[in-house]
């Protein structure tokens, strides 16, 4: 079902991605080219964990790799704002939101 | 205006919400929220786009209380496209020492003690070789075909096809059995 529903929204994303490319909005197709990404993250590390934890393990596993990845972000995004880096800034941020629509999607995907 | 700044200014206006964005600022000056509730864009793309056009250099901003404002640069606007094309470029200096390396390295090889010991079959290292013998005429003043062909046979016995070459390459102009040779 959670898989199901990321490979819903990356084939959005890629139609997404596409349309922008045409209308020579190369920049903006490279930003949902980030949050394809992230989703394309949310979902491997799924299947890693689906192929290799017990399914009793698996929530708990899962959100403790995706919350790895979120303090790395976050980490990134600091070191981005203190150097007033603001395209890393925006990138860092934009990778963060989507790390949470991903982990929203999960939870609904478990409720 | 610089070939990077030429390139950096034309590869920031080679994308559509950017030149929508120009198009807006053309009309008035605005700050991000306006410009990204009218172009349906977030304020964080609005930003990133007019951050390109800032150091691209075809924007402008001003802060007036709470807000940055921004307008179009328009001097940029005004550049004729072709002093942009004709501006000398850093490279010339670096491309006409290269020309000069392979024509030299095409003399070498076709010039032994000053005799020519072949005409190339390339027309790029004929027109070189070519050129090198016609050093010899003194531009614009009129020769005979003798003194023509005594001059080349100087670096080469085939003067007939040497000659005809060097009037094709317009090298020299030919008016009867009077050549002369043209800058």
Redesign the interface.
Known sequence: MFEQKLNEMLSQLLAEEKQLVQ??????AA?VRIRSNIVNIGKTVWQVVVRTEKEENRREIYLGKMAALRMAWQESLSQAEKYED??KV?IE??KLSMLEQVLRMFEESAA | MTEEKAIALFKCLADRSRLQILKSLMEEDMYVERLAERLALTPATISFHLRKLEASGAVKSRKEQYYTIYSVEKDVFRLNLLDVVMEKSAEVDEQLQREQQYRQKVLDTFFVYGKLTSIPAQRKKKRICLEKIAEDFEISRVYEEKEVNELILRYHEDYCTIRRDMIAEGIFKREGTLYTRME
Do not use: A, I, S
Not at chain 1, 23 to 28: G, H, L, P, Y
């Open positions: 209308q020579n909005r190369k920049d903006e930003f603001h395209d925006m941020t934009m």
